[in-house]
């Protein structure tokens, strides 16, 4: 069962970054994607919306602007 589980979390994992704006070869340097802990991902998709703030970019779940005066709320 545990395979299977590692097997899901990897893609899991695989997408959400993905959907975030990290290219392959970006995910291809982070390891192990079903070692990834919580709190990395979460850093991990926390750095990727700061990098759009930097760039006045529009969330494309929300449609907020994702600038540096925003606080953007996931």
């Known amino acids: 069962m545990k395979g299977r589980k590692d097997i ?3 893609a899991f994992n695989r997408q959400l970054l993905l959907v ?7 995910i ?5 994607l079903n ?12 750095k ?8 006045g970019v529009m969330c494309p779940n929300c449609g907020q602007l994702l ?5 953007h709320r996931q």
Request: zero cysteines; charged letters at 40%.
């Open 8 to 10: 899901t979390l990897r």
């Open 48 to 55: 990727k919306i700061d990098e759009y703030a930097m760039r």
């Open 28 to 32: 291809g340097r982070l390891g192990p």
């Open 35 to 46: 070692e990834l802990q919580l709190e990395r991902m979460e850093e991990l998709l926390r």
């Open 20 to 26: 975030a704006g990290y290219s392959d070869e970006e």
């Open 67 to 71: 600038n540096k005066e925003a606080l």
